[in-house]
């Protein structure tokens, strides 16, 4: 199945009724269900070519082509990290994760630990939590006081 559209046409993916992965193709007005079991709790399109990956309670899948390769595991947060996807899990201890790399094909690139939690990632960045704060590579992003609260936050 080719997920992009020919000629460099829109397309959005999103989770549908029911957890179903859809890709919508904004020139045609149509919908393709991507075939992967459900429920599906987030999609994100490579930055470039025609990988994609869906996340579901169990790991993520990277779609490429014809190709699928499954990445096992507990998803905190997952996005395309310079290119290859990076998928953020649960560490040993409680306030650290482990956030493996995979190339768009689906090959695995490593891992490396981190202290926190990841609440993001960004095509530049792996946003983490520690002690109150955000930090995204060696930098604090966001310093919240004890009992604070937040609404609305966007990193862009």
Known sequence: QNLRAAGG?????YVGAGGKAVIYDVGHESRMLI????PVTGLAFA????S?????PTGVWVLHQSAARNIRGTVKSFGWLGGRLAVA???????????????????SRGSYLVRGTVVAVTPQLVVVRRSGKL??????????????????????
């Open 9 to 13: 046409a829109a397309r959005v993916a």
């Open 35 to 38: 075939p992967v079991r459900v």
């Open 47 to 50: 930055p470039t070519g025609d």
């Open 52 to 56: 994609i990956a869906v996340a579901q």
């Open 89 to 107: 899990s649960p560490g040993l201890r409680r306030d650290s994760a482990v956030v493996r790399l995979v190339d768009p094909d689906g090959a």
């Open 135 to 156: 930090v995204g590579g060696n930098t604090t992003l966001l310093s919240v006081s004890p009992g604070a609260t937040l609404r609305d936050l966007e990193i862009g």
